[in-house]
């Protein structure tokens, strides 16, 4: 069984997942049932069933995400250094563009603006591939985000490539058309891109908070924490469990600002949470330290 000290706990932090799979269900023993009337205690039957049934969807969701997220971490650090450094590199290519579109003149802006918009386009191109390759591979998302993601970035790299073809075949022929497929190519695929990005982190972060969640449950019931501590453990997993309803409700939004200012808030909400339990946590080290000093 996991001691309190075995079982510490951070959003995305490090975590022992050894307790997981031996966690008990809470402890939902009807008392004096005598008193009540049928219809309440058919009424607590039924809610004592969907408490055992969301800790049994919660345990069977993060069965073998610890050893997944672990085996997959370093090559989600490597996306993450390698994801920055071509973003870096799209942005040092669009000042350059930036600063020879201002240089060209009027007889060949229009060539020079395409050539640019045609560099660009085939960076992007380069980190649509590396994104769709890490998020077929990402641990703790559902099938049914994954594939929307998936979709929405190949929507995007065939939008891309079909302009990046119709500049070399010379489509474009003025800037308004250009301007125009810019703009086609934001408004219809980039933004359904970007939502369904974000949709994939929230189901992401749904996973870490079931996992928190259930390893916070596991350490209150077999990690036996000071008496003083279990009610601060209790408090973490009503602050997590409330924050998990949140994140489920952003599913329904799909204009992107909308959706990415909420997430941001929920996720800082989260913190809080965690917080709170590395406080109880470091309480509970405290108190372990008291006694064995007597």
Known sequence: MPSFAEAKVGYQGEQDPSAIEESPEPDLTIENTQELSSGALLEQQLREQEIRMTWQERMNATEGFWASYMNNRKNTSAFVEQHQIRREKRAEKRLACRNDVRRANKDNILSETMHCFRATLTLDLE???KEQQYIEAIPGVSAEHRAAAAFHIQNLMDATSTIVSAIDVGVYGNKEDLEEAKLNL??????SKRVSMIKLRIDHSIMWSKQLIVRLHSVLMMG???DEVVP???ESIACLEQKES???SLFSLEEYSALDS???QVQSEIKFCTEMARKAFMLNKELEQENDAL
Do not use: A, D, G
Request: no cysteine; net charge positive; aromatic share 14%.
């Open 224 to 226: 036996n924490p000071h």
């Open 246 to 248: 949140l994140l489920f």
């Open 232 to 234: 601060k453990i209790e």
């Open 186 to 191: 934001e408004s219809h695929y980039r933004l």
């Open 127 to 129: 980190m649509l591939r």
């Open 262 to 264: 909420q997430f941001r």
